[in-house]
C-alpha cells in the first residue's frame, strides 16, 4: 500500500473546486451479461459525482437483449470462442459490410456449432449483423440526446469493442463537438494507443484502471482543457497519438466508492424484469480486491489476466463488509459477485465469521485458490458463499507445476470433493497444451476421471488460449511460435488497423505438446461424466458411520452399483483420510493412538492401497485421499 494519496487524487480533490459541473453518459454495450448491472459504469458515476458532476448510464445491453430474446442474446453474451462472434456481429454497424461472411464462416468452422447453440440458422445469423443490429446501433444514436453530454464513456470488456465503435462512430457524426472517452481491459498497454490512431471519432483512451484518471480527465475538460500530462491517458495531436500509456492503477482500495448501479435497475424495470432475468434475481458487483497475490509470486503460464496491475490490493474486511450492507439496503438484493480474480485471505479470519455471526443471508460468487482446506471452504459456505471459480484447471501435479499453479492433483480433488460437500456450485475446466507435458499425464487423469464422478464435471477439456499478458505471450524463454491474431479479427476490423496491437486473443504454434488425439479420451471422459451428471440418475459416493465400521454407498456407475462396509483399522484410516491427505505414517500414528502401538506403518501402507484398488481412494508421493463424502450433511 502507497503511505500518501496519488497525485491523481489530489489533482482530482484540486480541481473539484475550480472545474464547473457537466453531464457525463457512461454506455455499457452488448455484449455485456444482462443479469447484473457493469461495476466498471458503476464505479467511475459514483466517482465523477464526488466531484459534483451528472452522470447517466445507458444500459443499451438490456435493450438489445429484450430485442434478441433472453436466451438468444445469453448464449451469445456467455459464448467465449474462436468466432470472437459479438464483435463480429456489430462488426457492419462499425465498419459496413465488406461481403466476406462466407470467407468468415470457412476461416471460422465453430460457428455452425455456435448457431445451434443459439437457436439462429446461418441466414438468420447473418441477417442480424447486416440489418438488425446496423438499425439498431442506428436507433440507438437517434433516440437519445447524446448532444447534450459533454463527455460520453464507453466502457469496453470482452466483446463490446465493436459495438462501443459502432455507436461512438454514429455520434461523433451527429455531434461532433461531444468527446468521446474510451477504456477498459480491450484498451490496455498498446492496444488503447492503437484504437485512438486507428478509429478517429475516439478522442481519448483511458489505459489501466480508471477511478481516479478519469474525474481528473473530466475535470480539465470541463474547464476547456486537453487531457495532457494525466498517466494512462492518450490522444491524438497533430495527426499522431501523444499522451502518457502508463496504465493509471489505485492503491487505495478503502478510498474507492461504492458503485452506483440505479440506472440498471431503472432500466430492468422499465424494460420488464421477468423478460430480461427471469425468475432469478440479479447479481451485484462488487470488488473486494485488485490484482492477484499468487500471480504477484508465480504468474500462472496461460493467464492473462490483470495486464500490468498484477500487484494485489484489497480493502479491509471492516470496508467490505459495510460496502455489502450498504449496497443490499440500497437495492434490496442480497447476491453479489466478487469480480476479483483471487479472494484476500484475510476474509476467512475477519469478513466471513463476521457475516455468520451478523446471521446474513448473503450469497456470493468468488474467485478462490484450489488450495483451501475443509475448514476454509465450511467458512465461506457458512458466510454465504454458494458459487466458486477455484481454477482447477487440471489433476495432473506435474501439468500444475508447468502451469505454476501451486497446487497438486490431491488439494484440486479436495477442494471439489468439499466444495460439493458444502453446497457449492463448482466453475472449472480442464486445460491441455502445455510445453513439456507427457502422454502420462493424460493416462493418469484418464484412469482418475470415473473415480471422480460422482463431484461436479468440468465445463469441458481443451487446449489452451493465448492471450495477452500471459506468460506464454510475453516472455521468449518459451516456446512459443508464429503468435498472430485470431483468424476471425480479420473479418471484423477494416484494413489500416494493426491486429497484432489491438488483438488479446492470439493464435499459435506451441512446440514440446502432445497431439490432439493424446487429448481425446479425457474429452471423451468429460463428455460423459457430464451426461451421468444431466441424467435422472446422478452419480454418488458416500459413506455413512456406525458404531463400529463404516458403510460405503458406490453409484458412481449406474450399472454396477455397490455398497462395502469397512471395520476397525480400515474404517478408522478410510475417515482419517477424508478432511485432507495424508501419508501412510501419519495415518499410522493417528491408528496407533486409536488402537495401539502394536499398529504397524507397513500394515496401514497395505490397507491404504487395497482401498486404492478398490476406487475408494486416491494417491500420490506417497499421501492417500479418501473420495467418499460423509451422508451426513452436518458434519
Not at 447517466?56 to 468466432?83: K, P
Not at 490522444?235 to 493509471?248: C, H, I, L, Q, S
Not at 500444475?400 to 460437500?421: E, P, Q
Not at 463431484?455 to 506464454?472: M, N, V
Request: glycine letters at 8%.
Amino acid at each position: 500500500m502507497v503511505a500518501n494519496p496519488s497525485p491523481l487524487v489530489l489533482a482530482a480533490e484540486h480541481t473539484a473546486h475550480d472545474a464547473p459541473s457537466v453531464t457525463v453518459a457512461l454506455v455499457n454495450m452488448p455484449f455485456a451479461m444482462v443479469d447484473r448491472p457493469s461495476i466498471q459504469c458503476g464505479l467511475l458515476k459514483a466517482a465523477l459525482t464526488r466531484f459534483g458532476h451528472r452522470v447517466d448510464v445507458h444500459y443499451l445491453n438490456l435493450e438489445l437483449a429484450l430485442t434478441l430474446g433472453r436466451a438468444a442474446y445469453e448464449q451469445i453474451a456467455e459464448h467465449r470462442s474462436d468466432e470472437l462472434l459479438g464483435d463480429w456481429l456489430f462488426a457492419v454497424a462499425a465498419f459496413g459490410d465488406r461481403g466476406d461472411e462466407e470467407a468468415y464462416r470457412a476461416a471460422c468452422p465453430g460457428v455452425e456449432r455456435t448457431c445451434a447453440r443459439i437457436g439462429l440458422s446461418w441466414d438468420e445469423l447473418c441477417r442480424l449483423r447486416r440489418e438488425v443490429l446496423p438499425a439498431t446501433v442506428a436507433r440507438w444514436a437517434e433516440g437519445v440526446d447524446w448532444g447534450r453530454y459533454a463527455v460520453i464513456g464507453f466502457t469496453s470488456v470482452f466483446e463490446q469493442n465493436v459495438a462501443a465503435l459502432a455507436l461512438a462512430r454514429q455520434i461523433k457524426r451527429r455531434f461532433p463537438h461531444v468527446i468521446t472517452v474510451f477504456g477498459g481491459a480491450n484498451f490496455e498497454a498498446e492496444m488503447g494507443p492503437e484504437q485512438v490512431r486507428a478509429f478517429p471519432w475516439i478522442d481519448y483512451a483511458v489505459i489501466g484502471e480508471a477511478d481516479e484518471t478519469f474525474p481528473a480527465l473530466v475535470n480539465r475538460l470541463a474547464r476547456g482543457e486537453r487531457g495532457a500530462g494525466l498517466p494512462g491517458v492518450v490522444y491524438r495531436e497533430n495527426g499522431r497519438v501523444a499522451g502518457d500509456p502508463a496504465p493509471g492503477r489505485v492503491f487505495r482500495m478503502d478510498r474507492l466508492p461504492d458503485p452506483n448501479y440505479d440506472e440498471y435497475f431503472e432500466t430492468l424495470f422499465r424494460l420488464g424484469r421477468e423478460q430480461l432475468v427471469g425468475d432469478y434475481p440479479p447479481v451485484l458487483p462488487f470488488e473486494s480486491a485488485r490484482g492477484c497475490w499468487w500471480g504477484q509470486k508465480h504468474h500462472c503460464t496461460f493467464c492473462g489476466l490483470n495486464a500490468g496491475g498484477m500487484t494485489f490490493r484489497s480493502r479491509s474486511p471492516e470496508t467490505v463488509a459495510g460496502q455489502l450492507r450498504r449496497l443490499a439496503a440500497r437495492y434490496h438484493i442480497a447476491n453479489f459477485q466478487a469480480v476479483d480474480n483471487i479472494m484476500d485471505l484475510r476474509y476467512l479470519e475477519a469478513l466471513f465469521p463476521a457475516l455468520v455471526a451478523a446471521r446474513l443471508d448473503y450469497a456470493f460468487f468468488y474467485e478462490v485458490k484450489a488450495n483451501l482446506t475443509r475448514e476454509q471452504v465450511r467458512t465461506l459456505a457458512r458466510g454465504g458463499v454458494h458459487s466458486i471459480q477455484p481454477g482447477i484447471e487440471s489433476f495432473s501435479t506435474h501439468i500444475l507445476k508447468l502451469m505454476r499453479k501451486g497446487t497438486t492433483m490431491l488439494r484440486n480433488i479436495r477442494l471439489l470433493k468439499w466444495a460439493h460437500y458444502y453446497g457449492m456450485r463448482i466453475g472449472w475446466n480442464i486445460l491441455c497444451g502445455f510445453p513439456g507435458e507427457r502422454p502420462e499425464d493424460y493416462d493418469q487423469q484418464a484412469k482418475l476421471l470415473p473415480l471422480l464422478f460422482h463431484l461436479p464435471p468440468p465445463s469441458g477439456a481443451g487446449r489452451i488460449w493465448l492471450e495477452r499478458f500471459s506468460p506464454y505471450y510475453a516472455d521468449p524463454s518459451f516456446p512459443v511460435r508464429n503468435k498472430r491474431p485470431r483468424r476471425a479479427y480479420r473479418f471484423i476490423y477494416p484494413e489500416g488497423v494493426d491486429l497484432d496491437k489491438i488483438a488479446y486473443y492470439f493464435d499459435y504454434e506451441m512446440d514440446d505438446t502432445l497431439p490432439d488425439e493424446a487429448y481425446r479420451p479425457l474429452q471423451q471422459l468429460v463428455d460423459e461424466w457430464k451426461a451421468r451428471w444431466n441424467g435422472p440418475n446422478r452419480p454418488l459416493l458416500v459413506y455413512q458411520r456406525a458404531p463400529d465400521w463404516l458403510q460405503i454407498i458406490d453409484k458412481r456407475d449406474p450399472s454396477a452399483p455397490r455398497a462395502l462396509a469397512l471395520h476397525g483399522l480400515e474404517a478408522d484410516a478410510y475417515e482419517f483420510c477424508s478432511d485432507t491427505d495424508h501419508s501412510a505414517e501419519r495415518v499410522a500414528s493417528h491408528l496407533q493412538e486409536r488402537h495401539g502401538s502394536d499398529v504397524t506403518t507397513a500394515a496401514v501402507e497395505a490397507i491404504l492401497h487395497r482401498l486404492c484398488r478398490q476406487g475408494l481412494m486416491v494417491h500420490e508421493d506417497g499421501h492417500f485421499l479418501s473420495l467418499a463424502l460423509p451422508v451426513n450433511p452436518n458434519w
